[in-house]
């Protein structure tokens, strides 16, 4: 029968034997350049607690031990939900350990390497953690100077992250207390400030670079920066601008990315000032709760069960579409029931997606909340896929993807080749090179659905389009709003008052009704402002995210300022108006109450009406600075160049 216990390392007897009485080592569970850590039980109190022992040969050489014995007075002196503790700093027989608790799991590191990137959700949540923690070290003078993900354990029971290993960080006051403190460089590369990187003075923001490149890391799988050795890496670090989250991460929240991106900006001064500032900057939009009520469970079910519609009623067309014309060109019978059996087919899979739309509705959810609800199950299911097939895509996705394109582009260009002399020789590359392209094309659809959710990423866009509006449009027709049933449920704050004002308006004396009657309408007006200047609110944060920062060491840094300063102008004006829409509706919801109270009046009420019908007055300016907006998204998506009205290019 094998042991419990694995064969111990060469430290583990005599430190066991030094321990004895107070200490019970299991085994070595982790060990870094300054430290072997091991998995003990602390007898006095039966608790498992991890012990980091300098080894001796270190301790041997000259300001190491002390240097160690700071790290270790340095953390236990914090006491925060988001740092592992420090329970007891010692000195037995030679050995110099300090012990902390022991966190059941792994790190933030092992999490990504085992099953990639995080979901936004997880990620933001693990990222606003160790901002906090970081902030208040900050606050008590402690730089950490190695935040990386190894540094960062994630508790298993709960998913919290807690901070660890202050092993190279200093007390701010002590910095210059000597020559070594300054000029050496310590921490990872890969995640490492630029600061840092030449050997100068470090602070919070310097910590804050290196969370940045974690949350990089951590929503994308990829560090900023990658090279043939540590010196290569900080040499990027220190004279490379870092590209923009959004071009390795696109489904990273906007916010969340312009926050990441400014904290990877070269000088401190333009980065956060401290943890804080950092996870203020990260609040996650507030969607959907973790437990989906059933209403929008059925939504993301018969979503994805709509294809199998559309696929019965396309084989339907093809097979009905040559009989309709055929029976139109010799004159039988039967032409005007096939006509009707085509539009059928046609209109069956527009009146499922009403439908769709319309029990969503009645059931007091909006399309945000389905749009929401579904990013959330496509995040889960993609965690899913990256954990069983790996990376999404491979050497063989980029073989396949050049034959498609390959093939398309001969049969593309030999076909007027073919048309002009149709020998057997063209015909052959013709038909070959688009077999080639086809086949490939079908081949990589079947591979890109077998290593991600390609149907949900589609149906999101779909939902979040032009034709999808429209289709919860048409649902909408003569039905009366409800507020969900199921608490727990996000809803923006104009759906809020919106709704209470309609339930208020409901509760009123049937005359009373008849006399505010426009009322609903001038609410709903209201709702729709807010909420359509909302989503240009986020619009124009997901613009700013592409765009990049305007950090002075990037290419075209003054056209980038430029670009950015007129989307900032649009969304800002967006803002206003979102604040002018809710401020109307909040009106009229305490005019009503009034009313119910006793102390309004129509009168009064209905001057309220009309001065909010003249907010949206002011709406086509803004839609036209977001029409200006999505121009400059398309030309940057069409041509890598951004320009703005004023003239003026530059490239991104």
Same mark, same amino acid.
Request: proline letters at 5%; hydrophobic letters at 45%.
């Given at each position: 029968?094998?042991?419990?216990?694995?064969?111990?390392?060469?430290?583990?007897?005599?430190?066991?034997?030094?321990?004895?009485?107070?200490?019970?080592?299991?085994?070595?569970?982790?060990?870094?350049?300054?430290?072997?850590?091991?998995?003990?039980?602390?007898?006095?109190?039966?608790?498992?607690?991890?012990?980091?022992?300098?080894?001796?040969?270190?301790?041997?050489?000259?300001?190491?031990?002390? #240097?160690? +014995?700071? =790290?270790?007075?340095? @953390?236990? $002196?914090?006491? %925060?939900?988001?740092? /592992?503790?420090?329970?007891? &700093?010692?000195?037995?027989?030679?050995?110099?350990?300090?012990?902390?608790?022991?966190?059941?799991?792994?790190?933030?590191?092992?999490?990504?390497?085992?099953?990639?990137?995080?979901?936004?959700?997880?990620?933001? #949540?693990? +990222?606003? =953690?160790?901002?906090? @923690?970081? $902030?208040?070290? %900050?606050?008590?003078? /402690?730089?950490?100077?190695? &935040?990386?993900?190894?540094?960062?354990?994630?508790?298993?029971?709960?998913?919290?992250?807690?901070?660890?290993?202050?092993?190279?960080?200093?007390?701010?006051?002590?910095?210059?207390?000597?020559?070594?403190?300054?000029?050496?460089?310590?921490?990872?590369?890969?995640?490492?400030?630029?600061?840092?990187?030449?050997?100068?003075?470090?602070?919070?923001?310097?910590?804050?670079?290196?969370?940045?490149?974690?949350?990089?890391?951590?929503?994308?799988?990829?560090?900023?920066?990658?090279?043939?050795?540590?010196?290569?890496?900080?040499?990027?670090?220190?004279?490379?601008?870092?590209?923009?989250?959004?071009?390795?991460?696109?489904?990273?929240?906007?916010?969340?990315?312009?926050?990441?991106?400014?904290?990877?900006?070269?000088?401190?001064?333009?980065?956060?000032?401290?943890?804080?500032?950092?996870?203020?900057?990260?609040?996650?939009?507030?969607?959907?709760?973790?437990?989906?009520?059933?209403?929008?469970?059925?939504?993301?079910?018969?979503?994805?069960?709509?294809?199998?519609?559309?696929?019965?009623?396309?084989?339907?067309?093809?097979?009905?579409?040559?009989?309709?014309?055929?029976?139109?060109?010799?004159?039988?019978?039967?032409?005007?029931?096939?006509?009707?059996?085509?539009?059928?087919?046609?209109?069956?899979?527009?009146?499922?997606?009403?439908?769709?739309?319309?029990?969503?509705?009645?059931?007091?959810?909006?399309?945000?909340?389905?749009?929401?609800?579904?990013?959330?199950?496509?995040?889960?299911?993609?965690?899913?896929?990256?954990?069983?097939?790996?990376?999404?895509?491979?050497?063989?996705?980029?073989?396949?993807?050049?034959?498609?394109?390959?093939?398309?582009?001969?049969?593309?260009?030999?076909?007027?080749?073919?048309?002009?002399?149709?020998?057997?020789?063209?015909?052959?590359?013709?038909?070959?090179?688009?077999?080639?392209?086809?086949?490939?094309?079908?081949?990589?659809?079947?591979?890109?659905?077998?290593?991600?959710?390609?149907?949900?990423?589609?149906?999101?866009?779909?939902?979040?389009?032009?034709?999808?509006?429209?289709?919860?449009?048409?649902?909408?027709?003569?039905?009366?709003?409800?507020?969900?049933?199921?608490?727990?449920?996000?809803?923006?704050?104009?759906?809020?008052?919106?709704?209470?004002?309609?339930?208020?308006?409901?509760?009123?004396?049937?005359?009373?009704?008849?006399?505010?009657?426009?009322?609903?309408?001038?609410?709903?007006?209201?709702?729709?402002?807010?909420?359509?200047?909302?989503?240009?609110?986020?619009?124009?944060?997901?613009?700013?995210?592409?765009?990049?920062?305007?950090?002075?060491?990037?290419?075209?840094?003054?056209?980038?300022?430029?670009?950015?300063?007129?989307?900032?102008?649009?969304?800002?004006?967006?803002?206003?108006?979102?604040?002018?829409?809710?401020?109307?509706?909040?009106?009229?919801?305490?005019?009503?109450?009034?009313?119910?109270?006793?102390?309004?009046?129509?009168?009064?009420?209905?001057?309220?009406?009309?001065?909010?019908?003249?907010?949206?007055?002011?709406?086509?300016?803004?839609?036209?600075?977001?029409?200006?907006?999505?121009?400059?998204?398309?030309?940057?998506?069409?041509?890598?160049?951004?320009?703005?009205?004023?003239?003026?290019?530059?490239?991104?």
């Amino acid at each position: 029968m094998p042991s419990p216990f694995p064969d111990p390392v060469p430290e583990f007897l005599p430190l066991q034997t030094a321990l004895a009485g107070r200490y019970s080592i299991e085994r070595e569970i982790g060990r870094g350049g300054m430290g072997i850590v091991f998995l003990a039980r602390e007898v006095a109190l039966d608790r498992l607690v991890a012990l980091k022992l300098l080894p001796p040969d270190m301790a041997a050489r000259p300001g190491l031990k002390e #240097r160690f +014995l700071q =790290e270790a007075r340095t @953390a236990a $002196g914090l006491s %925060h939900p988001n740092i /592992v503790p420090i329970f007891a &700093v010692d000195e037995v027989d030679g050995f110099v350990f300090f012990a902390m608790a022991y966190v059941e799991g792994g790190t933030l590191g092992d999490r990504i390497r085992d099953r990639g990137p995080l979901s936004n959700s997880e990620a933001v #949540r693990l +990222l606003r =953690e160790v901002a906090w @923690a970081l $902030g208040y070290a %900050h606050l008590q003078g /402690v730089v950490h100077r190695d &935040v990386k993900p190894d540094n960062i354990l994630l508790e298993q029971a709960s998913g919290r992250a807690l901070v660890t290993d202050f092993g190279i960080a200093v007390l701010a006051e002590d910095e210059d207390a000597g020559a070594e403190a300054t000029t050496v460089v310590q921490g990872t590369a890969e995640f490492m400030s630029p600061e840092q990187a030449k050997g100068g003075e470090v602070d919070a923001r310097s910590d804050l670079y290196s969370l940045a490149c974690v949350g990089y890391y951590a929503l994308s799988g990829q560090v900023p920066f990658t090279g043939a050795s540590p010196a290569a890496i900080l040499g990027m670090h220190l004279s490379r601008p870092a590209p923009g989250l959004a071009s390795v991460a696109p489904h990273a929240p906007p916010g969340v990315a312009i926050a990441l991106d400014r904290c990877l900006r070269k000088d401190p001064d333009q980065r956060f000032s401290g943890g804080e500032a950092l996870a203020d900057a990260l609040i996650p939009d507030l969607e959907i709760d973790r437990e989906l009520p059933l209403p929008l469970r059925v939504f993301i079910k018969q979503t994805r069960e709509f294809e199998s519609t559309l696929t019965w009623c396309a084989l339907g067309l093809m097979l009905l579409s040559p009989l309709l014309a055929t029976t139109i060109v010799i004159g039988t019978g039967g032409s005007v029931g096939l006509a009707l059996s085509l539009a059928g087919l046609v209109g069956l899979p527009m009146v499922s997606l009403v439908r769709m739309a319309r029990r969503l509705l009645r059931s007091g959810f909006t399309l945000d909340d389905g749009t929401a609800a579904l990013l959330r199950d496509v995040e889960r299911r993609e965690e899913e896929y990256r954990f069983q097939v790996g990376k999404r895509v491979t050497w063989m996705d980029r073989v396949v993807r050049a034959l498609k394109l390959g093939g398309l582009a001969v049969a593309g260009l030999s076909l007027p080749w073919l048309i002009a002399d149709d020998t057997v020789l063209r015909a052959i590359i013709f038909t070959s090179s688009f077999n080639t392209g086809v086949i490939a094309s079908l081949f990589q659809e079947v591979r890109a659905r077998a290593r991600g959710d390609v149907m949900g990423e589609r149906w999101i866009r779909f939902w979040k389009g032009r034709l999808g509006r429209a289709f919860f449009k048409l649902g909408s027709l003569r039905l009366k709003r409800v507020a969900a049933a199921i608490s727990g449920i996000h809803r923006p704050t104009e759906v809020v008052i919106g709704l209470e004002a309609d339930r208020l308006f409901e509760e009123l004396p049937k005359e009373t009704r008849s006399s505010l009657g426009g009322l609903p309408d001038t609410v709903k007006a209201l709702e729709d402002d807010a909420q359509a200047m909302r989503r240009q609110v986020a619009e124009m944060d997901g613009v700013l995210a592409e765009i990049g920062d305007d950090d002075p060491s990037r290419p075209s840094a003054e056209e980038r300022a430029r670009v950015r300063s007129s989307v900032e102008a649009t969304r800002d004006d967006a803002r206003k108006k979102l604040r002018e829409a809710v401020a109307a509706l909040e009106t009229i919801r305490l005019g009503l109450l009034y009313m119910h109270a006793g102390s309004g009046t129509v009168e009064s009420l209905t001057m309220e009406l009309k001065a909010a019908q003249g907010i949206s007055d002011d709406m086509e300016q803004l839609l036209a600075g977001h029409r200006e907006v999505e121009r400059i998204l398309e030309e940057r998506r069409r041509t890598g160049v951004f320009t703005i009205v004023t003239g003026g290019e530059g490239e991104a």
